[in-house]
């Protein structure tokens, strides 16, 4: 069975960094494309980064072009996202999402969410 | 960038129901559209993939339609566990954009 386990949400200032992790098992980690959405609260879903089964490519939602990292490794079955220069905007619960396994299906697998909250 | 606008943001309706909900591209995306279930304090859940392809394990009673710029997800009758929020995305993109989501209230 597929599981993805985020972690490491928080309270942090806003200029602050967080490091997100997702702790995937079930299935052959390093054969698909990973991805984080996140969801501010009350509101929808906003599409945040991929990454490819090998680490590229990499892709960012404008809004967090330079101030995220996303990464991965395959050996230990984890995803990870850096998030630096953080503003209250960004606080939301964040999801690390699995593609489909016939990777044009949109994402099929979801982990259970990690909240931020960027506030002073 | 191609943008998703989903309508009603909110329906009221009760169980038994037949109830669609409207999934709007900017642009052709032809049939690369998927939709998903959230229920409130959950991750979504994918229901249907390219635009009318029903996930295994979800009710029948759940079907998706359309090409190009505009497509429908129906429930046929609705059930007690239906009452939840619905999110289309377009799937074929570096950034797959998702619409701004229907709220199916009980009425």
């Known amino acids: 069975e597929v599981h993805l386990v985020e972690s490491g949400g928080g309270l942090v200032q806003p200029g602050g960094s967080l490091r997100l992790s997702c702790a995937a098992s079930g299935f052959t980690f390093g054969n698909y494309e990973m991805n984080w959405v996140r969801q501010a609260p009350g509101k929808g879903l906003e599409w945040v980064s991929s990454?490819?089964?090998?680490?590229?490519?990499?892709h960012y939602a404008a809004s967090v072009q330079g101030r995220f990292t996303i990464s991965r490794d395959n050996a230990k079955n984890s995803l990870y996202l850096q998030m630096n220069s953080l503003r209250a905007e960004d606080t939301a619960v964040y999801y690390c999402a699995r593609i489909h396994a016939d990777y044009v299906s949109g994402f099929q697998y979801w982990g259970q969410g990690t909240l931020v909250t960027v506030s002073s | 960038d191609i943008q998703m606008t989903q309508s009603p943001s909110t329906l009221s309706a009760s169980v038994g129901d037949r109830v669609t909900i409207t999934c709007r591209a900017s642009?052709?995306?032809?049939?690369?559209l998927a939709w998903y279930q959230q229920r409130p304090g959950k991750a979504p859940k994918l229901l249907i993939s390219?635009?009318?392809s029903l996930e295994s394990g979800v009710p029948s009673r759940f079907s998706g339609s359309g090409s190009g710029t505009e497509f429908t997800l129906t429930i046929s009758s609705l059930q007690p566990d239906d009452f939840a929020t619905y999110f289309c995305?377009?799937?074929?993109?570096?950034?797959?954009?998702f619409g701004q989501g229907t709220k199916l209230e009980i009425k």
């Open positions: 990454i490819g089964s090998g680490g590229t490519p990499i």
């Open positions: 642009q052709s995306i032809s049939t690369w």
């Open positions: 995305q377009y799937f074929n993109s570096y950034a797959p954009p």
């Open positions: 390219k635009a009318s």
